[in-house]
C-alpha cells in the first residue's frame, strides 16, 4: 500500500468507525433507555430503525452526488448533519420530560448524516488505488474500523449512560467533529479527468444498463449483506436484553461481554482484508466459507445455549461475519469503473441498512415467541445466504488471468 496514502485511509477509517459509534453505542443502553422513557422493547428498538431507513432511501442519492460532485463534498457536510442529530436527542432527553418523540427526529437527522459519509468510504478507496490487491486491503482496514467501532461501542454507550443515561447522544456530534477535521484536513481526493457530466436521465439508464448486465450477482452481494446485518443487529439485541433479564449483566459488565463477539468480528475482518487480495473466485469461497460458520453456530446454539455456549458460537458468529464483509465489499467495489463505484457501493449500503432497520424490531418480535425461534431465523437465514452466493455468484476467471480487466469478470 503506497505509503502517502496511509494518513488518507487513517482519516477515511474515522468515518464509519464515527458512525458506527453513533448507532451501535446505543445497543447496550435500549434497555435502559425504555425503563427512563417508560416504553417497550418495540417502540425502543426503533431508536435503532428510524435511523437506519432514513440512510436505507438517501444512500442511493448520496452514491449519485458524490459520483457527480466529488466525494469529498458530499461526506463532511453529512458528518456535520449527523452530529447535529445526536445534538438534537441529547437535548431532548435532558431538556424535555416526553422527549422520545425529539430522540426519533434528532436520529432522523444523524440518518440523513450517515447516508453521505459512511457509504461514499467504499468508492472513494477505490479511486485512490489502481491495483486490486491494494483495495482490498485498503477496504479491509476501513471495513475493520467499523467493526472496531462495533467493538468499542457497547463499552463506550454502557460507561457514558452509567454517568447519565442520555450521555451517550451528546458524544455523537464530539465524535463526528473529530472525523470532520481528519477527513478535511488529511483526505486527498484523486482528480478526476474532465469528462462530460451526465443529466440523471443519462445516469437512470445507464444504471439500469448496469443491472440488466449484472442484475444477478448484484442482487446476490446485495442480499447477502442485508442478511448479515439483519442477523448481527438483531442478535445483538437480543443479546443486550437478555444479559440483563436473565443474566442481571448491565452497565460496564454489559458492555464487555457484547465486545467480545465484536471483537472477533474486528480482528477477522482485518485478517480476511489482508489475505483475499484480488481473485474473486477465492471472495467466493471465503463467503460460503464465513456464512456456513454462521448458519452452524446457530445450530450449535439452538441445541445448547448456556452463557458461556452463548458467547462461545456468538465469538464463532463474529469470525464468519468477520471474514465476510471485506470480500462482499471488495467484490462489489472492484466490479465497476469508478464513475459508478459511488452509486453501486452506496445501493448496496443501503440493503445492509435494510438489515440494520429490520433486525431489532424483528428479534423483539421472535423474543415474545420463543427464544429458539431466534436461532431458528439466524441459522436459517444465514444457510441461505450462502445458497445464494453458491448459486448467483459465479467468476468466470480472475484478475490475474485478465491483467487488462478493470471490471468484474462475467458473473452467471
Given at each position: 500500500?503506497?505509503?502517502?496514502?496511509?494518513?488518507?485511509?487513517?482519516?477515511?477509517?474515522?468515518?464509519?468507525?464515527?458512525?458506527?459509534?453513533?448507532?451501535?453505542?446505543?445497543?447496550?443502553?435500549?434497555?435502559?433507555?425504555?425503563?427512563?422513557?417508560?416504553?417497550?422493547?418495540?417502540?425502543?428498538?426503533?431508536?435503532?430503525?428510524?435511523?437506519?431507513?432514513?440512510?436505507?432511501?438517501?444512500?442511493?442519492?448520496?452514491?449519485?452526488?458524490?459520483?457527480?460532485?466529488?466525494?469529498?463534498?458530499?461526506?463532511?457536510?453529512?458528518?456535520?448533519?449527523?452530529?447535529?442529530?445526536?445534538?438534537?436527542?441529547?437535548?431532548?432527553?435532558?431538556?424535555?420530560?416526553?422527549?422520545?418523540?425529539?430522540?426519533?427526529?434528532?436520529?432522523?437527522?444523524?440518518?440523513?448524516?450517515?447516508?453521505?459519509?459512511?457509504?461514499?468510504?467504499?468508492?472513494?478507496?477505490?479511486?485512490?488505488?489502481?491495483?486490486?490487491?491494494?483495495?482490498?486491503?485498503?477496504?479491509?482496514?476501513?471495513?475493520?474500523?467499523?467493526?472496531?467501532?462495533?467493538?468499542?461501542?457497547?463499552?463506550?454507550?454502557?460507561?457514558?449512560?452509567?454517568?447519565?443515561?442520555?450521555?451517550?447522544?451528546?458524544?455523537?456530534?464530539?465524535?463526528?467533529?473529530?472525523?470532520?477535521?481528519?477527513?478535511?484536513?488529511?483526505?486527498?481526493?484523486?482528480?478526476?479527468?474532465?469528462?462530460?457530466?451526465?443529466?440523471?436521465?443519462?445516469?437512470?439508464?445507464?444504471?439500469?444498463?448496469?443491472?440488466?448486465?449484472?442484475?444477478?450477482?448484484?442482487?446476490?452481494?446485495?442480499?447477502?449483506?442485508?442478511?448479515?446485518?439483519?442477523?448481527?443487529?438483531?442478535?445483538?439485541?437480543?443479546?443486550?436484553?437478555?444479559?440483563?433479564?436473565?443474566?442481571?449483566?448491565?452497565?460496564?459488565?454489559?458492555?464487555?461481554?457484547?465486545?467480545?463477539?465484536?471483537?472477533?468480528?474486528?480482528?477477522?475482518?482485518?485478517?480476511?482484508?489482508?489475505?483475499?487480495?484480488?481473485?474473486?473466485?477465492?471472495?467466493?469461497?471465503?463467503?460460503?466459507?464465513?456464512?456456513?460458520?454462521?448458519?452452524?453456530?446457530?445450530?450449535?446454539?439452538?441445541?445448547?445455549?448456556?452463557?458461556?455456549?452463548?458467547?462461545?458460537?456468538?465469538?464463532?458468529?463474529?469470525?464468519?461475519?468477520?471474514?465476510?464483509?471485506?470480500?462482499?465489499?471488495?467484490?462489489?467495489?472492484?466490479?465497476?469503473?469508478?464513475?459508478?463505484?459511488?452509486?453501486?457501493?452506496?445501493?448496496?449500503?443501503?440493503?445492509?441498512?435494510?438489515?440494520?432497520?429490520?433486525?431489532?424490531?424483528?428479534?423483539?418480535?421472535?423474543?415474545?415467541?420463543?427464544?429458539?425461534?431466534?436461532?431458528?431465523?439466524?441459522?436459517?437465514?444465514?444457510?441461505?445466504?450462502?445458497?445464494?452466493?453458491?448459486?448467483?455468484?459465479?467468476p468466470k476467471n480472475d484478475p490475474q488471468k485478465d491483467s487488462d480487466s478493470k471490471r468484474m469478470p462475467k458473473l452467471a
Amino acid at each position: 500500500m503506497e505509503s502517502r496514502k496511509k494518513l488518507d485511509l487513517l482519516a477515511l477509517s474515522s468515518v464509519p468507525l464515527v458512525m458506527t459509534l453513533g448507532n451501535s453505542m446505543l445497543i447496550p443502553v435500549l434497555p435502559l433507555i425504555s425503563k427512563k422513557l417508560n416504553i417497550g422493547s418495540f417502540q425502543v428498538s426503533l431508536i435503532i430503525t428510524v435511523y437506519s431507513i432514513v440512510a436505507i432511501i438517501l444512500i442511493p442519492i448520496a452514491g449519485y452526488l458524490s459520483d457527480r460532485f466529488g466525494r469529498k463534498m458530499v461526506m463532511v457536510p453529512c458528518l456535520i448533519i449527523a452530529g447535529l442529530g445526536g445534538a438534537v436527542s441529547g437535548w431532548a432527553s435532558w431538556q424535555m420530560e416526553d422527549p422520545f418523540m425529539f430522540i426519533l427526529i434528532g436520529r432522523v437527522l444523524q440518518g440523513i448524516g450517515s447516508s453521505g459519509a459512511a457509504p461514499v468510504v467504499i468508492p472513494l478507496v477505490g479511486d485512490m488505488f489502481k491495483d486490486d490487491e491494494q483495495v482490498s486491503a485498503g477496504l479491509g482496514l476501513t471495513e475493520t474500523a467499523n467493526t472496531a467501532g462495533k467493538v468499542l461501542s457497547p463499552i463506550i454507550g454502557a460507561v457514558l449512560a452509567s454517568f447519565l443515561w442520555f450521555l451517550p447522544f451528546w458524544f455523537i456530534p464530539f465524535f463526528s467533529l473529530i472525523s470532520v477535521l481528519l477527513v478535511f484536513f488529511l483526505v486527498k481526493v484523486p482528480k478526476k479527468k474532465k469528462t462530460e457530466k451526465q443529466s440523471f436521465k443519462e445516469f437512470a439508464h445507464c444504471i439500469k444498463d448496469i443491472f440488466k448486465e449484472n442484475g444477478k450477482w448484484l442482487s446476490a452481494v446485495f442480499a447477502v449483506g442485508c442478511i448479515i446485518m439483519f442477523v448481527l443487529f438483531g442478535v445483538l439485541f437480543y443479546l443486550s436484553d437478555m444479559l440483563e433479564k436473565r443474566y442481571n449483566i448491565d452497565g460496564i459488565q454489559k458492555g464487555l461481554v457484547l465486545a467480545i463477539p465484536l471483537l472477533a468480528l474486528s480482528i477477522s475482518s482485518y485478517v480476511a482484508g489482508k489475505k483475499i487480495g484480488e481473485s474473486k473466485q477465492l471472495m467466493k469461497m471465503v463467503i460460503v466459507i464465513g456464512m456456513g460458520i454462521v448458519t452452524i453456530s446457530f445450530i450449535a446454539l439452538r441445541v445448547q445455549h448456556s452463557f458461556l455456549y452463548l458467547v462461545a458460537f456468538l465469538v464463532i458468529t463474529g469470525i464468519g461475519i468477520g471474514i465476510t464483509l471485506p470480500s462482499l465489499d471488495a467484490i462489489i467495489t472492484e466490479g465497476f469503473e469508478k464513475e459508478h463505484r459511488g452509486t453501486i457501493t452506496s445501493i448496496y449500503s443501503s440493503m445492509r441498512f435494510i438489515g440494520v432497520a429490520a433486525g431489532p424490531p424483528a428479534y423483539a418480535y421472535f423474543m415474545t415467541i420463543s427464544e429458539h425461534l431466534i436461532y431458528y431465523i439466524s441459522g436459517g437465514v444465514s444457510f441461505l445466504a450462502v445458497m445464494i452466493v453458491m448459486l448467483f455468484i459465479k467468476p468466470k476467471n480472475d484478475p490475474q488471468k485478465d491483467s487488462d480487466s478493470k471490471r468484474m469478470p462475467k458473473l452467471a
